[in-house]
């Protein structure tokens, strides 16, 4: 497609609406005022060898560098050398939808451009000053006008984040320390500069394209993609993003830093959290994209033009392929992908369908590249389950390859079975790689999940029989068991009080079907959201709970026009805080137009149980799962995590009938689901277990959306049903 300048036409819809996406609209700075870069091989981004994965991209350049993006920045050491610093850029407007980035990381700026020799910020009358510092200096005056009872003190470099040497041992900022918490820490700017050292700064703000500081001789950049505002607790992989990431003069993942073989797969499952700078500025090709440069004034928004700015980089052809597969994993992570047991191919890989070569995809890293190929043509392994599906988060599908929405499942993604077909492979896929008039291939990223095969999770039952004293049983997880994580977990986000309380969300897509009223099932992609709330009891007691939803990103849905479809409502995926009052009942609710109803009957043990049900305002069949328990019993089921020094957890749902199908009927004719919370994880060889808490923690279902305790369920307040709810229901049942 030389010479393209609508990326999007490969995508077409067919007379049903299938095949459409919303076309990528990047915006982005160009980070450097010309082009007069290069690159020397070495210093490339990417895979340096079997051990060693680089993060940073560096090019040897002298000139002004610029801020890619609106955003926050916070400004450390660079390396041992004291005349630069790193400067470290958190997006406040995201530059492509779909690619959350959390930080831009530049290494190697000119500190004379920010402080002087005795760490004082640069004014506005300073010959070396930049857009930046002139800014924030603006913005410090102003405040200090504002606020004439307070006395301006000097614009020290530790005002806006900088180490501050003179501060004390315990207020000294340490390599260890999270960037997130210097992002999303509180402080009070009115008792500046009284407050401790490590709270008592401002990270400034910047616009897009702001003259950020100069660079002499060569620059790193770093692109690390968010997966959340959070860590996770007593978390094993060597790699971390603090600040000795933040301060080293270049950095590389290296597998040597592994004591073990499970902690070098950590290792490497992190190279899946960066984007070569010449993918993203690649993908700006894909549809509507624009680029803008101090000059000329006119953004570079054809494929010519966007390579231009990146043709001197290495990787300016380098196509990168990630596939997640299940758990949030990478494929082949848990070894489940290999075609037989004895043949451990999982991938078969060409430039088109007819020309697919037997391979290992992750070939020691999971971000796969491909140099100067037209086309990535690929068929993954497969067993073949109803559920298998695929989803392209990023990529340009061939038209050759069908899809519904860029969803692929059913006999989109699935052989029939044939002579010469191996079933045990996909269909082939095939993604277009954009060039420009003369043919050169333009560097981008394609993300796929794809959940092909079943993980089945063993357990050994007790037989009564003396002489075989247990039975290993294997469950297959179910589409509900890969769901909801967050268990052992902390937010960055700190409250700002003992009384607010915090809301997590894990950024990194899960794919989940959701029944419809034909009787089938719509595909999705989601997030998922932890919130904890404070139900007011009676006698002025509380009840702490903890509630796991699904929050929707993208669905295809399958519906007659005599049915009703799931809601795409596509809800708020930031983390945040909620307030809570003493003085009045706040308790987690779904986001409008989603509620929750109660149903109390008799369970088959003779129990009231309390059912939970979720609806949507709009008639529509909602499209979100949910999980809710107490803070006690969460924390029953996160204490085996510690217990058995668990990685990535997850809750998983064993079911109380053998069959999955089966259900109970309760007297009052309410059919219902009933489950023990087990909690499902890697052991520290990788491999996974699960493990039942005691006492068990019984969750029940009626509508298979809402799984709730009793303890739990039985404190959410009872909604009042209007005359349009019940015209609502009607219509449902029609």
Not at 60 to 66: A, D, I, R, S
Not at 105 to 113: E, H, P, S, T
Not at 224 to 243: A, Q
Request: hydrophobic share 30%.
């Amino acid at each position: 497609m030389p010479g393209t300048t609508s990326p999007s036409l490969p995508t077409t819809a067919d007379s049903h609406g299938r095949n459409l996406r919303p076309e990528l609209r990047a915006e982005s700075w160009f980070f450097l005022e010309n082009t007069n870069y290069y690159q020397t091989a070495g210093n490339q981004f990417g895979v340096l060898d079997s051990t060693v994965f680089r993060t940073t991209s560096r090019i040897q350049f002298t000139g002004k560098v610029y801020s890619i993006c609106s955003g926050q920045i916070f400004i450390q050491p660079h390396g041992s050398d004291a005349t630069k610093v790193n400067l470290i850029l958190k997006p406040f407007r995201q530059p492509i939808n779909g690619l959350p980035i959390k930080y831009i990381v530049y290494r190697g700026l000119q500190k004379d451009n920010f402080f002087d020799a005795n760490d004082i910020v640069l004014d506005q009358g300073n010959a070396k000053a930049t857009g930046l510092t002139k800014r924030i200096w603006k913005e410090f005056e102003d405040f200090y006008a504002n606020n004439t009872a307070l006395t301006k003190p000097p614009f020290k470099a530790w005002l806006i984040g900088f180490p501050n040497p003179g501060a004390a041992a315990t207020e000294q900022q340490s390599p260890e320390d999270y960037i997130d918490d210097y992002f999303f820490k509180l402080s009070n700017p009115d008792s500046l500069p009284n407050e401790p050292q490590k709270k008592a700064f401002e990270l400034p703000m910047i616009p897009g394209g702001t003259y950020i500081g100069d660079a002499q001789g060569s620059l790193g950049i770093d692109i690390v993609l968010n997966e959340g505002d959070f860590t996770i607790e007593n978390d094993p992989n060597p790699f971390t993003l603090n600040l000795s990431y933040a301060r080293a003069t270049d950095h590389t993942l290296n597998t040597s830093l592994g004591a073990t073989e499970f902690l070098k797969k950590l290792i490497r499952e992190s190279a899946t959290q960066f984007i070569d700078i010449a993918a993203f500025y690649g993908l700006h090709a894909q549809g509507k994209g624009k680029i803008y440069l101090q000059a000329p004034a006119t953004p570079a928004n054809t494929p010519d033009a966007i390579y231009n700015l990146i043709s001197n980089f290495q990787t300016k052809n380098t196509v990168y392929l990630y596939i997640q597969s299940n758990r949030q994993r990478s494929y082949n992570f848990y070894g489940n992908y290999a075609e037989s047991a004895a043949n451990p191919t999982n991938i078969r890989i060409g430039t088109d369908g007819n020309s697919l070569n037997d391979s290992l995809f992750e070939q020691n890293w999971p971000l796969r590249p491909f140099d100067g190929q037209p086309q990535v043509a690929l068929q993954l392994t497969t067993d073949n389950n109803p559920a298998s599906a695929l989803y392209v988060k990023q990529g340009l599908v061939s038209p050759d390859s069908s899809h519904e929405d860029y969803f692929f499942r059913d006999n989109n993604l699935l052989q029939e079975q044939g002579t010469g077909i191996n079933i045990s492979f996909t269909k082939p896929i095939t993604f277009i790689v954009l060039q420009t008039s003369t043919a050169q291939k333009i560097a981008c990223l394609i993300q796929l999940v794809y959940e092909g095969k079943q993980i089945s999770v063993a357990e050994d039952i007790a037989t009564g029989d003396p002489n075989v004293p247990t039975q290993t049983v294997y469950r297959n997880m179910k589409d509900i068991d890969d769901v909801f994580g967050l268990i052992n977990i902390e937010a960055r986000i700190k409250p700002p009080t003992d009384s607010a309380l915090h809301y997590i969300v894990d950024q990194n897509l899960l794919l989940i079907n959701f029944e419809n009223k034909t009787g089938g099932h719509d595909i999705a992609t989601v997030t998922t959201k932890r919130t904890e709330d404070r139900v007011l009891k009676d006698n002025n007691q509380t009840l702490d709970r903890v509630t796991y939803e699904t929050l929707l990103n993208d669905i295809r849905q399958n519906t007659g026009s005599f049915f009703q479809s799931l809601s795409a409502y596509k809800d708020n995926s930031n983390s945040g805080v909620i307030t809570f009052s003493k003085d009045r009942n706040n308790y987690y609710e779904p986001e409008s137009p989603y509620y929750l109803q109660t149903e109390i009957f008799t369970g088959s043990d003779g129990t009231t149980i309390t059912g939970l049900s979720l609806h949507s305002s709009d008639g529509a069949i909602p499209s979100k799962k949910l999980l809710g328990i107490t803070q006690g019993e969460n924390n029953q089921v996160k204490s085996l995590v510690t217990q058995h020094n668990l990685n990535n957890p997850k809750v998983y749902f064993k079911n109380e009938l053998e069959d999955e199908e089966s259900y109970y009927t309760s007297s009052e004719g309410t059919q219902y689901r009933k489950y023990s919370l087990c909690i499902l994880g890697e052991n520290q060889t990788g491999n996974l277990e699960f493990y039942e808490p005691t006492p068990k923690i019984y969750v029940t279902t009626i509508d298979n959306r809402v799984y709730g305790s009793e303890e739990y369920s039985q404190w959410v307040p009872i909604r009042a049903i209007t005359r349009s709810d019940i015209v609502t229901e009607r219509i449902k049942e029609i």
